[in-house]
């Protein structure tokens, strides 16, 4: 089948599943604050850690082309750059392995994994930050194996536009600095390539210096000293984040880890440089994301995420896992088993204590099932002056000034709470 046929395939069929998933009302943690923002319709001029410029921008752009509201304009964009990030995965693992097996085997694997399946189904950056990443990882590997020199200064376009939604990807700046290394000889290609990525890069301060903000704003944020709180841990702490960061990797990839350890050997073997390059990479956010001091940092592991899925592609692209084309199917039960987790967590004690003491925003249901459809709502929480067991005003803030501008618009409080 025509690799692009394919991709196009994977696009239509995770579209759905996304879209099916899709939360019913908008979720608890960061996702009313940006449909708020997306609502107000104002252009965000402002490149922060946490403005996400050109998601909240993409948004808006989206709500006033299609003339629908802020809740479907984001969940239309998650979804689909949802979608969109598998099909690049393929293509991207179809470049390197030339096998079609494995590189939808590993379209298959990510496309379901928790982490991503999750952020896919709610209102959140990291679906769209993801597109852009695994573009840039998509024109890294074509640079080696394409020989096609426009390639390399994609690499930095992607990465460069990737900061503007998510300034985490300066994490990636290593793995870049080492491929252009790697490039060096294309000296013509490799400059222009620097250049074009300096260039997205100091706009994000120019930016932000032009409105008035210190010129660390696109790093740092007001809101939080979560880097610095990451420095302050005690030993006990740092063990227990790097086995908490094992456990997410094993419910994201289950069995699959072992394709993907296999996938780092046989790229070390055949392609050194390529090796180096994603090592890099992998393992600047994976140590950040273990021992970033935030509530949520699975989400962070993200960009790893699509590098060890790359790894699992390539894996078993190898001829001693020819046999397994048979089994491949497999991947197609990654969500039975989320569903087997969470009727054993729900048979013991403490997964019956978690569920109760987590049931105003869903309970267990929230943690270790992906789809969000019939979801608990924020806003209908909100509304109804509910309490939660632990402090969730930084949530309920914005919700309340969502509720406000809703009500300006003429909305009832029972409509609101539908959404």
Known sequence: MNKYLSAVFLFIIFLGIYYFGSFSKIPFADCVGFVFSAEKGIWETTATATSHFLYINTV???????????IEASRFLVVSSGAATVSVIYLTVKSISKTEWASLTAAFVFGFSFTFWRNAEIVEVYTYNSLWVSLFFFSMIRSFTEKKRIYILLSSLFLGISLWVHIQNILLIPALVV????????KKYAVVSLLIFAALFSSLFVLNISQGLPFKSPYSSDQGTWVEDSLKKDTFQYVKDFFQSLGYLLYNFNLFIYFGIAGIFLLYKTNRKMFFVFTVGAVCVYGFSTFYAVSDNYVFFLPFNIIFALSIGYGLSSTKYTSLRKFSWVCL???????????????TEKGKEFHTFKEYKGGLNYYALPWMNNNV????????KKQAPEPIEWMTISAIEYIKLLKSKGYTEEEIRKL
Do not use: H, S
Not at 60 to 70: D, E, R
Not at 341 to 346: G, S
Not at 377 to 384: A, K, N, S, V, W
């Open 60 to 70: 808006i752009f989206i709500k006033n082309l299609a003339g629908i509201n802020a």
């Open 179 to 186: 491929f252009l290394f790697y490039f060096r000889n294309e």
């Open 333 to 347: 039960l990654i969500p039975v088993g989320y569903l087997l987790v969470y009727k054993v967590i729900l048979l």
């Open 377 to 384: 709502g924020i806003l209908e929480f909100t509304i109804d």
